[in-house]
């Protein structure tokens, strides 16, 4: 996977449902200078605890990042990473599939079908 050092996007998850815009804003900007938040909803409206998170330039985000990850913020741990395209998140690496074993059963028992 080739990692982007110019990001600029931050994504989080894990936050409370009573979050708002400015409360992220507000702690985003404790390590820079904060472009955008953008509170992700459902279709009925409602707020679904992630959010994105967008820093003027890529050194004020890896602070972000690194600083304010597993933060507990509004009663919550939050989770604070690099926000990836959707390839990057399709992208498998190339690991041969594992092998499952057979599980022979105890002696004496036999094979239900």
């Keep these: 996977m080739k990692i982007n050092r110019n990001y600029r ?9 009573e979050t708002s815009a400015e409360e992220l ?3 985003f ?12 909803t459902d279709a009925d409206g409602k707020f679904k605890g992630i959010a994105f998170v967008r820093m003027s ?15 507990y913020f ?6 604070v990473s690099e926000a990836r395209s959707k390839e990057e998140r399709t992208e498998t690496p190339d690991i041969a599939p594992l092998r499952t074993r057979r599980r022979r ?3 004496g028992r036999k094979k239900v079908r």
Excluded: M
């Excluded at 900007?29 to 992700?40: E, F, I, M, T, W």
């Excluded at 690194?66 to 933060?71: A, F, H």
């Design 25 to 27: 804003e507000q702690l």
């Design 9 to 17: 996007d931050i994504f989080i998850s894990d936050l409370s449902y």
């Design 74 to 79: 509004a009663d919550r741990y939050i989770k």
């Design 29 to 40: 900007s404790l390590c820079g200078k904060v472009q955008a938040v953008n509170l992700v």
């Design 105 to 107: 059963l105890p002696p």
């Design 57 to 71: 330039n890529a050194k004020e985000t890896r602070d972000a990042v690194n600083t304010l990850d597993g933060t």
